[in-house]
Nanobody, 116 residues
């Protein structure tokens, strides 16, 4: 079955960096888009970044453009989210997502906390 396992979250000071990883299994990883979402306390889940099967990437919120980068390594079935110059407003649970055969799959999430 499809499984997504995120890691790499933690507590970081403002201005710091983190790299999130999501290891996928149970499907042909290289053939599918992958996405990162985040959900801050009291807010709706927000799409942060998307990467196509070919590696084309899109960062969505203006607030993270220029600071976040999504990438993938199809040899490792892993998608990454590099987050630089982190701000307190980036504090959220970050989730990996994919849609396989019309079904949405989510990881368990990884907490990112940015202190001011």
């Amino acid at each position: 079955q499809v499984q997504l396992v995120e890691s790499g979250g933690g507590l970081v000071e403002a201005g710091g960096s983190l790299r999130l990883s999501c290891i996928a299994s149970g499907f042909t990883f290289s053939a599918y888009y992958m996405k990162w979402y985040r959900q801050a306390p009291g807010k709706e889940r927000e799409l942060v970044a998307r990467i196509t099967s070919a590696g084309g990437s899109t960062i969505f919120p203006d607030s993270v453009k220029g600071r976040f980068t999504i990438s993938r390594d199809n040899t490792k079935n892993t998608v990454y989210l590099q987050m630089n110059n982190l701000k307190p407003e980036d504090t959220a649970v970050y989730y990996c997502n994919t849609n396989v055969r019309s079904n949405d799959y989510w990881g368990q999430g990884t907490q990112v906390t940015v202190s001011s």
